[in-house]
Nanobody, 124 residues
């Protein structure tokens, strides 16, 4: 069983940077693939990054170069650094975990554990 709690969201101005954090509980954290997704009201949950248990990282082209995912296994934390924020980055951001996933990490339905989400609002 893994519990995830996101933090770090807020109201920022376009061009700012923000660092989202996700704290995990449970054992064998280093064996989990961790993902970040975002979702706007009425829209599908969108993949924005993943870091595998092997520490390989993945991003969709839409955020590549602005988003950076990292993990600290000792602290059981996964962070998402977002630079050059745009108004279209406004969403609720969720972290997710799934044990030793190496494929389909971009599909939200593949993750077993989810946090409650943190709101990011970017004003122009």
């Amino acid at each position: 069983q893994v519990q995830l709690v996101e933090s770090g969201g807020g109201l920022v101005t376009a061009g700012d940077s923000l660092r989202l954090s996700c704290a995990a509980s449970g054992r064998t954290f280093n064996s989990y693939t961790l993902g970040w997704f975002r979702q706007a009201p009425g829209k599908a949950r969108e993949f924005v990054s993943a870091i595998l248990w092997s520490n390989s990282t993945y991003y969709p082209d839409s955020v590549k170069g602005r988003f950076t995912i990292s993990r600290d296994n000792a602290k059981k934390m996964v962070d998402l650094q977002i630079n050059s924020l745009k108004p279209e980055d406004t969403d609720v951001y969720y972290c997710a975990a799934d044990w030793m996933r190496t494929v389909n990490y971009y599909l939200p339905g593949r993750y077993k554990y989810w946090g409650q989400g943190t709101q990011v609002t970017v004003s122009s």
